[in-house]
């Protein structure tokens, strides 16, 4: 079964960067999808990013288009994402999980959904 490491997180200022990693172990990156998503306490899933099995395609949610960049490494088997001009808002738990599409609502309610423990951004001044 794919299992997920989520690695990167930190504390940063408004406007600073930070680069999320998404390592697969199990199996192989290169016939699914993977999607980032954030978690405030208490609440859903937010899809935030989603990039296909070939790294052709990808999504971005609108209140971080501009600013995020999702990509994969086939021969590292990980999906990164880079944000820039990172903003209050974007605090958050960040996830990755897989699927066979880009579809945030299909793999976030698939049961059989592995989710990672997250990496925690902050974002404060």
């Known amino acids: 079964q794919l299992q997920l490491v989520e690695s990167g997180g930190g504390l940063v200022q408004p406007g600073g960067s930070l680069r999320l990693s998404c390592e697969a172990s199990?199996?192989?990156?290169?016939?699914?999808?993977i999607g980032w998503f954030r978690q405030a306490p208490g609440k859903e899933h937010e899809g935030v990013s989603c990039i296909s099995s070939s790294g052709a395609s990808t999504e971005y949610a609108d209140s971080v288009k501009g600013r995020f960049t999702i990509s994969k490494d086939n021969a590292k088997n990980t999906v990164y994402l880079q944000m820039n001009n990172l903003k209050p808002k974007d605090a958050d738990v960040y996830y990755c999980?897989?699927?066979?599409?880009?579809?945030?609502?299909?793999?976030?309610?698939?049961?059989?959904?592995?989710w990672g423990q997250g990496t925690q951004v902050t974002v404060s001044s």
């Open positions: 199990g199996s192989t990156l290169d016939y699914v999808a």
């Open positions: 999980a897989e699927g066979e599409v880009c579809n945030w609502s299909v793999i976030d309610k698939a049961p059989d959904t592995y």
